[in-house]
């Protein structure tokens, strides 16, 4: 009797497992392979041609590098305070840790727009500093500083909040060992610190960087849409397909499609490595 109820409850347990795999595939499959399919054929639906011309445009190339700008900007600046905010929570106590942390949340909880609209009214012609800017001829608002300020600010989260468990995990014993051996802080850093959280700080500038690629709300509050100058490729997919020019805004997503697939392969590469170097720290 017992070892049919055995047999019985393997059964279940296999079924339940398949119907969960043939679930997680089919979700998938309708999330992320139909939309991948449907922005590939409809961007070669009039040929290759008519493709290649459409990402080639003058205003998409524009819009290529102004998002690679706002990316390059961004990401490397918000890996510098990522790193600093987690090592100070991680490795110190001290009065507004708890503050810091919620802080570094705010991006999460506030929607882009808002994010946008106060840069408006912050550095904007009737904004508070709008006048001082006007007098000294600096423009912010609608212009490539605006838009790497919003970028900065949806992506400042990222490498900070995947870099403060780890450290905390990790704790203070290598770095307080290498202070007893006379190491400096730099000297630390580099050859204590760095190297533990090397995989997760590219885990957190992968999808620092992937934010920022897509980023669409902070960025059209402060962009101006201006064809050709302040417009990243989000923004101009939106401007072609309200011009009802389908061909060439779903053309110029899959440009975003291709960084995004090439984003996820890093991002896989690098959370495996990640697994993988927790899991030698726990075995050791």
Known sequence: MSILINAN??????????????????????????????VLSEALSRGLGTFTQAISEADALSALKLTLIALGI?????????????????????????LLVTLI????????????????LMFGAQGWLGPWLAEHDIQIIFAVPGI???????????????????MQEQGTQEEEAARLLGASGWQMFWHVTLPNIKWGLIYGVVLCSARAMGEFGAVSVVSGHIRGLTNTLPLHVEILYNEYNHVAAFSVASLLLLLALIILLIKQWSESRLSRSLGKEIKD
Do not use: H, M, Q
Not at 79 to 98: D, M, P, Q, T, Y
């Open 9 to 38: 409850s393997r059964g279940k347990t296999r079924i339940g497992r398949i119907s969960l795999i043939v679930l997680a595939w089919l979700v998938f499959a309708l999330f992320l392979l139909l939309p991948l399919y449907v």
């Open 74 to 98: 961004s990401v490397p600046l918000n890996v510098i305070f990522g790193v600093a905010a987690a090592w100070c929570v991680a490795k110190f106590e001290f009065r507004g840790k708890s």
């Open 105 to 120: 949340d705010l991006p999460f909880s506030v929607s882009p727009v808002i994010a946008g609209l106060i840069y408006v």
């Open 148 to 166: 790497v300020l919003a970028t900065l600010f949806v992506t400042v989260p990222f490498v900070a909040r995947e870099l403060i468990p780890l």
